[in-house]
């Protein structure tokens, strides 16, 4: 390790600072943490992993790059819930040869965004890899008692909204599992390298009670979107000529559709709301699409370009695995 | 993977049941797990990761004490704090090659242990590992509002003590390690292979406003009280007479004396209580030994068996490491 395990904590306490900071009453430097949730709310917990070679690459992803995707993980499934972020905690084991600043960098990514979402960094673990970098980021949240919304709150009849555009991050993945190009430039595809948890969204949603069911669309539109009809007994129909689709690059044309259908890891948060809700068309600055509506039966289609009906099979984007 | 990612979490989550459990409000298939506190109690958060060749061996480990051990250093750090544990969260990586038995046979160990303590795993990651089993444990719990019992709780002439018996798992790491043996028996070194955290105990501690500071052995006698000295800002005289050594085996001699002081992963209770305190003899069936007491100053020394006195460096048991 660059630095013995008891110096990288004494380092990661250092940056993080001490004192008393928001809700958490005690942060790293015991044998837990202490987080004092607000009155009549319920915990919201998530943990995810960051595995170099499963989740990022090195030669790919600058290191601030990996240490924001690694807490923007988190911070969007909080967000998925109606939740408000209130503490991250990060186990990180780091292999013997790693450098002192890849460390510094990565720390540097994730600290600000964990200060953009006020939220503090009050514990974990380190430990020696045995192979490449592997962080498990855990996020904890609140959300008023019995609000928080969840995967199975959709009912037939329900219209279904996506935040945002779809299918950015997976075409920057395949840029670069293509081989074109070595590397790619992060002003090109900010949203691969430094998703933006719509966690305000997700809170606007809950406080003005507009969504039914949410996800966020970590593992890819058509698989989150299963993952909601499955918890909610129910199918759905979705129109392909309504999913935004990202621009591959700043003022290109929108990705291919099957990123925007199956490609992960764009932290965008899916919901459904009753048909006589009316949504805004952006909240927070966010655009608002609405792209089909939940069904009756266990079905998941696609109203393809063409207007020819076809099942949609989950098939989200694996990571990094060919 | 034995069994596709999706496959296993469907498995994770029939093992574990559904339903409502306990504070559980939504477990396992959302975007986060939603806890529901006792009113007036604080959360507590710790998270340990428990890495193939770091802390453990496949060859020397049956996969249910991996498993115990994974969420028992969880449960010990709830049970240092005083509290009470209420979920867990596994975050798993396993090698493509890995037996779909040893899979089960981790879970059954890790799942027994959360059953006896009344612990509901309530969600995680899964992937997998470029490198080995890799996993990562988030316990959380709660406390009454205030009364966690921290670290930096000691005070000068505070009296030193300790749970059960120290030594007993690094005396079995020693003996793998030396190559005598291929494997241990596992009933032989049970608290090595399957040590039991003192939750009852802790939480004992707690309720009867026993305990001033606390910290659980997990890195070994020297170093945690180091912890609770370097919190506290105080220092110790530890009584190297008075420290009680575990049985390297059932009916054999107490382990040598450096085990007892320097070994980690013994997962007993370390605390402090006021002089006036009367503390009883045994709490929950677990022994109880007063070990030394708390010093002005910064040092922490050891008054060895021949009465010469020096300071205690901190040398924990570094896992695996040679």
Not at 9 to 14: F, G, L, N, T
Not at 264 to 271: A, V
């Given at each position: 390790l660059?630095?013995?395990?008891?110096a990288?904590?004494?380092?990661?306490?250092?940056?993080?600072?001490?004192?008393?900071?928001?809700?958490?009453?005690?942060?790293?430097g015991d044998d837990?943490?202490?987080?004092?949730?607000?009155?009549?709310?319920?915990?919201?917990?998530?943990?995810?992993?960051?595995?170099e070679?499963?989740?990022?690459?090195?030669?790919?992803?600058?290191p601030?790059?990996?240490?924001?995707?690694?807490?923007?993980?988190?911070?969007?499934?909080?967000?998925?819930?109606?939740?408000?972020?209130?503490?991250?905690?990060?186990?990180l084991?780091?292999?013997?040869?790693?450098?002192?600043?890849?460390?510094?960098r990565?720390?540097?990514?994730?600290?600000?965004?964990?200060?953009?979402?006020?939220?503090?960094?009050?514990?974990?673990?380190?430990?020696?890899?045995?192979?490449?970098?592997?962080a498990?980021?855990?996020?904890?949240?609140s959300v008023?008692?019995?609000?928080a919304?969840l995967?199975?709150?959709?009912?037939?009849?329900?219209?279904?909204?996506?935040?945002?555009?779809?299918?950015?991050?997976?075409?920057?993945l395949?840029?670069?599992?293509?081989?074109?190009?070595?590397?790619?430039?992060?002003?090109?595809?900010?949203?691969?390298?430094?998703?933006?948890?719509?966690?305000e969204?997700?809170?606007?949603?809950?406080?003005?009670?507009?969504?039914c069911?949410m996800?966020?669309?970590s593992?890819?539109?058509?698989?989150?979107?299963?993952?909601v009809?499955?918890?909610?007994?129910?199918?759905?129909r979705?129109?392909a000529?309504?999913?935004?689709?990202?621009?591959?690059?700043?003022?290109?044309a929108?990705?291919d559709?099957?990123?925007?259908?199956?490609g992960?890891?764009d932290?965008?948060?899916?919901?459904?709301?009753?048909a006589?809700?009316?949504?805004p068309?952006?909240?927070k600055?966010?655009?608002?699409t609405?792209i089909?509506?939940?069904?009756?039966?266990?079905?998941?289609?696609?109203?393809?370009?063409?207007?020819?009906?076809?099942?949609?099979?989950?098939?989200?984007?694996q990571?990094?695995?060919?």
């Amino acid at each position: 390790l660059p630095l013995p395990e008891k110096a990288l904590i004494s380092e990661i306490r250092r940056l993080v600072g001490s004192g008393r900071l928001g809700r958490v009453v005690r942060g790293i430097g015991d044998d837990c943490a202490v987080l004092s949730l607000p009155p009549g709310h319920e915990a919201l917990v998530t943990t995810d992993f960051s595995l170099e070679g499963v989740h990022f690459r090195r030669e790919w992803h600058p290191p601030e790059a990996v240490g924001h995707r690694c807490l923007a993980r988190g911070l969007s499934d909080i967000a998925a819930m109606g939740g408000e972020p209130i503490a991250a905690f990060l186990s990180l084991a780091l292999p013997r040869q790693i450098p002192q600043a890849w460390v510094n960098r990565f720390l540097d990514g994730l600290l600000k965004l964990a200060s953009k979402h006020q939220v503090t960094l009050a514990g974990g673990d380190v430990a020696e890899s045995p192979a490449g970098v592997l962080a498990d980021i855990v996020v904890v949240g609140s959300v008023p008692r019995g609000k928080a919304i969840l995967r199975s709150g959709a009912r037939p009849g329900d219209r279904i909204y996506v935040t945002g555009q779809l299918g950015g991050s997976a075409a920057a993945l395949e840029e670069l599992f293509s081989g074109r190009r070595k590397k790619l430039r992060v002003s090109d595809y900010p949203r691969h390298f430094f998703p933006e948890p719509r966690v305000e969204v997700g809170r606007f949603l809950r406080e003005k009670n507009l969504a039914c069911a949410m996800v966020d669309t970590s593992d890819g539109l058509s698989t989150d979107l299963g993952h909601v009809c499955e918890e909610s007994e129910c199918g759905a129909r979705l129109e392909a000529r309504l999913v935004p689709r990202a621009a591959s690059r700043p003022g290109s044309a929108g990705v291919d559709l099957r990123f925007a259908l199956h490609g992960g890891e764009d932290y965008e948060l899916l919901f459904t709301a009753r048909a006589t809700r009316r949504i805004p068309a952006t909240i927070k600055g966010v655009p608002i699409t609405e792209i089909g509506r939940i069904t009756r039966g266990r079905e998941v289609t696609l109203v393809r370009l063409n207007q020819q009906t076809e099942k949609l099979r989950p098939a989200g984007w694996q990571h990094f695995r060919s």
